[in-house]
């Protein structure tokens, strides 16, 4: 089991910025795979940014060089700072965690709830 809470979601405008956090245990923070999708109306879920338990991060194209994901260890948080956002990366944004990143967007086996982003032109 893998306790996800994400919070940081909300509404800005196009071009601005918002910092995600997903809130967890010191064994997923420390050892799994962990990343962050996103959903919207009419469109698939989508996994834009992964990291290993190593920090190696990948990136979906869509979000390449706006978004960054890292991790603090000490309060056992992931974060998704996002920048230059546009109505396109309007979503629920889910926090995700897995054993292995296993190379693709198949490595999460524990899911939060997650939070809803709107960006307004």
């Known amino acids: 089991e893998a306790p996800l809470a994400e919070f940081g979601g909300g509404s800005v405008q196009t071009g601005g910025s918002l910092r995600l956090s997903c809130a967890t245990d010191?064994?997923?923070?420390?050892?799994?795979?962990m990343g962050w999708f996103r959903q919207s109306p009419g469109k698939g879920r989508e996994g834009i940014a992964r990291?290993?338990?190593?920090?190696?991060?990948t990136y979906a194209d869509s979000v390449k060089g706006r978004f960054t994901i890292s991790r603090d260890r000490e309060q056992n948080i992931l974060y998704l700072q996002m920048s230059s956002l546009s109505p396109d990366d309007s979503a629920m944004y889910v926090c995700?965690?897995?054993?292995?990143?296993?190379?693709?967007?198949?490595?999460?086996?524990?899911w939060g709830q997650g939070t809803q982003v709107t960006v307004s032109s």
């Open positions: 010191k064994w997923t923070i420390g050892l799994r795979c």
């Open positions: 995700a965690a897995g054993p292995s990143c296993n190379g693709d967007w198949t490595f999460a086996t524990f």
């Open positions: 990291s290993t338990m190593y920090d190696y991060a």
